[in-house]
């Protein structure tokens, strides 16, 4: 699917990758769904390595959802203020990220799972709020710098669950593999 260019595009993709992953999940086995994530030496991204199971993976889309529902209502209020928390950049957001899996370590699955169904529908709020020119017009908000509101809300949305969906199939092929090596 090509990255959205326009709010319906954007708000079709959002919903219609956000429906993929939870047919994805609803698929997992019941062992599946709890057994750690073990990929191997395979995977070297720092990604591979952070998330221990589905519970971090549901999260860190929890996580990512505030970033953009903060940052977005803030900005609106006349708060300067950036998308990524003082002191992460593009360049050390992975640490913020191992923050957010430390954070979130007691938290039950179930209580992920909510988390993230109520975020994404506020994040689907929020782009139902905004107009075209609002999410994909250059400029638009001087907060967005050089980049759109709307690339934001892809990376934070449809990219974000393409991301969960691969390594959720990545995990279930491991435990797939391992059940037939036991």
């Given at each position: ?119 994404h529908q506020k994040v689907m709020a929020l782009l139902d709020s905004l ?52």
């Amino acid at each position: 699917m090509p990255r959205a260019t326009t709010k319906p595009e954007l708000t079709i993709s959002a919903d219609a990758q956000f429906t993929k992953l939870w047919h994805l999940i609803d698929s997992l086995t019941e062992e599946e769904r709890n057994a750690a994530f073990n990929f191997g030496e395979d995977k070297q991204e720092a990604h591979w390595k952070r998330d221990k199971n589905l519970r971090d993976v549901l999260v860190h889309l929890y996580e990512w959802h505030q970033l953009l529902l903060n940052w977005v209502s803030a900005n609106r209020n006349g708060e300067n203020k950036p998308f990524l928390p003082s002191p992460y950049n593009w360049k050390t957001y992975g640490g913020m990220n191992v923050g957010f899996t430390e954070k979130h370590r007691a938290t039950p699955y179930a209580d992920a799972k909510a988390m993230l169904l109520d975020s994404h529908q506020k994040v689907m709020a929020l782009l139902d709020s905004l107009s075209d020119d609002e999410l994909f017009q250059k400029g638009y908000f001087s907060w967005t710098g050089t980049s759109t509101l709307g690339s934001y809300c892809v990376s934070v949305t449809a990219s974000h669950y393409d991301w969960a969906m691969k390594k959720i199939k990545a995990h279930r092929a491991a435990v797939q593999k391992s059940d037939k090596n036991a």
